[in-house]
């Protein structure tokens, strides 16, 4: 196995649940494979090493150098399929030289790759990745076998001139018909198929050999295909299709890129977390990045969870649309990009080697009251027996379904239980009874002006009078209008 992301097999590896990516909106920013790559939890020597790779890849030669290898890739991606798609035994020999040599010319250009990433790394002072090392450690034990393919491909290069003769040209895609409408090209064509109205069948300028040809080459040029033949005969079984693995990996690379560029051209910090091994969480100024998607103003927030100062479990509460989610969005986000080894959307942070990112949010799915929270209820003891001590989990508005007393009891239930395990959890809630317990609490910052939204969230038990201000709102009424309900209603006097 040769990788640049992974220093040990990734298969069998434990995953951050698939839901979290919808959650936190992953798929409107980044592609489908990339996420699947984030969701794959890292030992952290490997999350060391994607960050180092990533500082590389913020040097243009070394991303330009990526892109091309990129290139080879693809094209030998095409060459595999070609062979595997050839019509007949003639072409099934042409595409199999074609892939040795794109095969070959991948293996220099990742060792290229590698020699590029040492001089950049001492030219910058940069550490090297362990992943570099052990991508060019691997190729290097298999220059022996490489050199001894590069020699047999080398000895049917003279099929090259015979092809250009009958007008077939072997491309990384396996075959094509060059000058089509050459009167010339046609007869000898003619010649060779031995019939005067021979047409080949081309389909998208790609040549699908016919037998006719296939036969005619076989027996023309009998002894010039030998070569050919042993080649297919030695290495069918014997190439090595592993750079191919790195074709989704560079994707995941230019991928993160591309989302770090386009947050920091909406003016957001970025910086590379220091992972630490204190159990917390801590970044500042941190922006949500899934609002990029709405190309809206972000207003950046402190995150700073602690076990140390009891700030393991939060309870987030205040006025509504005072930017609770966004915040929760935020703080799962660059936790889930710091655990990838990636860049995170903060000034400066610091990243504990948390297991498991687990959200819950509440479902989309048209419910009864009582319907909503069954299923929140089973979702929850889901979630809860999937959890270890290094789990962190972010809670949206859970047990929404309940009315407000069950509400905050399954809330502080389910809290506690949370906090005996050992794990980290951030709350957002509208159960504001949660904040007698004794939990950290934070809410939303409120203006000068009471009914303006700050989008500032800071560590403080809430002010009950915006919610009972949204109260009112929600039923069309102002304290002067309530106060006269409840006099008429004789509740008060």
């Not at 097999?9 to 592609?31: F, N, Q, S, V």
């Not at 001590?389 to 949206?396: E, I, K, Q, R």
Request: negative net charge.
């Amino acid at each position: 196995m040769i990788s640049l992301l992974y220093l040990y097999d990734r298969d069998g590896r434990a995953t951050h649940p698939a839901h979290i990516a919808d959650d936190l909106m992953l798929p409107r920013l980044l592609e489908a494979d990339t996420v699947e790559f984030l969701l794959v939890t890292l030992k952290p020597d490997e999350r060391l090493a994607r960050q180092r790779l990533f500082r590389l890849l913020e040097l243009p030669e070394f991303i330009a150098a990526a892109k091309l290898l990129d290139e080879t890739l693809s094209a030998y991606s095409q060459s595999v399929a070609a062979f595997k798609n050839a019509a007949n035994s003639i072409e099934g020999l042409l595409c199999f030289l074609g892939r040795c040599k794109i095969h070959l010319e991948s293996h220099n250009r990742i060792l290229d790759l590698c020699a590029l990433a040492e001089r950049l790394a001492a030219e910058y002072k940069l550490d090297l990745p362990e992943t570099v090392i052990a991508v060019k450690s691997e190729l290097m034990s298999k220059a022996a076998i490489e050199n001894e393919l590069g020699q047999m491909a080398a000895e049917c290069d003279g099929i090259a001139g015979i092809l250009s003769n009958t007008g077939v040209e072997l491309t990384e895609r396996g075959l094509s018909l060059t000058n089509i409408i050459d009167e010339n090209l046609t007869e000898r064509l003619c010649l060779v198929c031995e019939t005067d109205t021979y047409k080949p069948r081309v389909v998208s300028h790609e040549l699908r050999m016919p037998a006719e040809l296939s036969v005619a080459l076989a027996e023309l040029h009998h002894d010039d295909l030998r070569p050919l033949v042993a080649l297919r005969g030695e290495w069918e079984f014997r190439l090595d299709d592993s750079p191919l693995s790195l074709k989704g990996e560079l994707s995941f690379c230019f991928d993160i890129v591309r989302l770090i560029e386009r947050g920091r051209a909406a003016g957001f910090p970025t910086v590379y977390p220091e992972l630490c091994e204190d159990k917390r969480f801590y970044a500042e100024d941190a922006c949500d990045f899934s609002l990029l998607v709405k190309g809206c103003e972000v207003v950046p927030n402190d995150i700073d969870f602690d076990a140390a100062s009891g700030s393991d479990v939060c309870f987030l509460t205040g006025a509504n649309g005072g930017g609770k989610t966004a915040y929760l969005r935020c703080a799962a986000g660059n936790l889930l990009l710091a655990l990838g080894g990636a860049p995170i959307f903060a000034r400066r942070a610091s990243v504990y080697r948390f297991d498991r990112v687990v959200t819950h949010f509440p479902a989309d799915e048209e419910f009864t009251n009582s319907g909503r929270l069954m299923e929140e209820l089973a979702r929850v003891n889901s979630i809860l027996a999937g959890l270890t001590a290094d789990s962190f989990v972010f809670m949206n508005e859970t047990y929404s379904g309940a009315d407000d007393r069950k509400g905050a009891e399954l809330t502080l239930e389910t809290a506690d239980k949370l906090k005996t395990l050992g794990c980290f959890s951030l709350w957002v809630t509208h159960f504001h009874e949660v904040v007698m317990a004794g939990y950290c609490c934070l809410t939303t910052l409120m203006g000068e002006d009471t009914a303006k939204r700050t989008f500032k969230i800071v560590r403080q038990k809430p002010d009950l009078s915006s919610y009972a201000r949204d109260i009112l709102k929600k039923y069309n009424l102002d304290a002067q209008s309530l106060e006269e309900k409840l006099k008429a209603e004789g509740l008060v006097t």
